[in-house]
Structures are given as structure tokens and as C-alpha cells.
């Protein structure tokens, strides 16, 4: 089941996002954060933004979120996603899925373009992005500093709907929370 996360989910979700800080550079966060400073990430995001979880049998496996592109207001139409996925979970069609309702959801609030930014090379995170619709959209050259070396960034980029000239003004997630569609938009990921 996909559903909105909740403060009793950052337990979950530290553990899944643990190894990416402490492993590898696909996060460039270099101190775990903890289950607290997760828990406080998730209810700060919710208002303004989805953070998805993906859930069988009363286990968080993977989680996606979007989050603010930039601070300055022209860029209010465009966010940053994210997406994390249990090691035990991956390979099974849960992360397009999850992601998919992420990006729905974003285009009920209005938000014309998803940007996923990857730690290169990144192939699987590469491939996951462009079989979603994301496109190439250039390279950030040793980009950030991590495991003793620089790493090289790439931006993705997809359109989810023509913007509007002038564009409304964005919902916040948490006025969408008990709405029909989000409703469906949740649901519809598992219909056939």
C-alpha cells in the first residue's frame, strides 16, 4: 500500500536511508541523522510537500518525497524528488510505483516540473528516472565531496504539466490530505 507518511514512520525510514549515508555517495549527507531529526524532516515536509511510503504487511520498505527546488519564490513550480528503497525490497517494480504517485500527487498541487538530482554515475538511479519520462538536463561537475573523493552530479528533469501563464498559485500538500483526489491518485497505483 502507498500511503502519506507519518511521525511513526522515521524508524522505517532512518534504517533505510542509514546506508546511503554511511555506504555510498548517493546522499551527500555525511552524519546520519537519526530517527528524531527523520521524524522532524518528515512533519516539517508534509505541509508544504508529499513524503510517500510504500508498505506490506506493516513494513515501511521504500519511501519518496519531494521537497523545495530553491528558495526564491519564481521557483515555486518546480521541486526536488527523492526516492529510497529497502535493499530487501528493490528489484520488485516498487520504486516506478511509488515514485509514479509521487509525481501525480505533485501535479494535483500544481508543481509543473520534477527535478531528481544523482550522484553519478548512478545507473540505477539513471534508469529508474529516465523510464519515468525524466530527461537529461546537465552535469554538476565535482559537485560535492564525499569517502575521499568528488563526485560528479546529474539533473534530471520531467515535465508534469504545461505551465499556466500566469501560473495559480501551488496547494500545499496538507490541504490536499483529505481530498478525493489524492484519494485516488493513492489508490489508482494499484489498480491494473
Given at each position: ?7 511513526e514512520?522515521?524508524?522505517?525510514v532512518h534504517a533505510?536511508y542509514?546506508?546511503?549515508?554511511t555506504d ?12 528524531e ?13 508529499p513524503?510517500?511510503?510504500w508498505?506490506?504487511d506493516g513494513?515501511?520498505?521504500?519511501y ?18 527523492s526516492i529510497y ?6 528489484r ?5 510505483r511509488?515514485?509514479?504517485?509521487l ?7 500544481g ?19 529516465e523510464?519515468?519520462?525524466?530527461t537529461?538536463a ?9 569517502s ?10 520531467k515535465e ?7 501560473p495559480?498559485?501551488?496547494a500545499?500538500?496538507s490541504s ?9 491518485c493513492?489508490q489508482?497505483s494499484?489498480?491494473?
Amino acid at each position: 500500500m502507498i500511503r502519506i507518511a507519518r511521525a511513526e514512520d522515521a524508524a522505517a525510514v532512518h534504517a533505510i536511508y542509514a546506508p546511503a549515508v554511511t555506504d555510498s555517495a548517493i546522499t551527500f549527507e555525511t552524519e546520519l541523522p537519526g530517527a528524531e531529526a527523520m521524524r522532524q524532516r518528515i512533519l516539517t515536509r508534509l505541509h508544504h510537500y508529499p513524503w510517500l511510503v510504500w508498505e506490506e504487511d506493516g513494513q515501511v520498505l521504500a519511501y519518496a518525497y519531494a521537497t523545495r527546488f530553491r528558495e526564491r519564490a519564481a521557483y515555486d513550480w518546480i521541486a526536488e524528488t527523492s526516492i529510497y528503497v529497502h535493499a530487501d525490497a528493490r528489484r520488485r517494480g516498487i520504486a516506478r510505483r511509488l515514485y509514479g504517485v509521487l509525481l501525480d500527487v505533485m501535479a494535483l498541487q500544481g508543481i509543473n516540473q520534477a527535478v531528481g538530482v544523482i550522484t553519478m554515475p548512478g545507473e540505477v538511479s539513471v534508469a529508474l528516472h529516465e523510464s519515468m519520462g525524466f530527461t537529461p538536463a546537465g552535469i554538476w561537475r565535482k559537485a560535492g565531496y564525499k569517502s575521499g573523493r568528488w563526485w560528479d552530479v546529474g539533473v534530471w528533469q520531467k515535465e508534469l504539466q504545461a505551465p499556466e501563464n500566469p501560473p495559480a498559485p501551488l496547494a500545499a500538500f496538507s490541504s490536499l490530505i483529505e481530498s478525493r483526489e489524492l484519494r485516488e491518485c493513492l489508490q489508482r497505483s494499484f489498480d491494473p
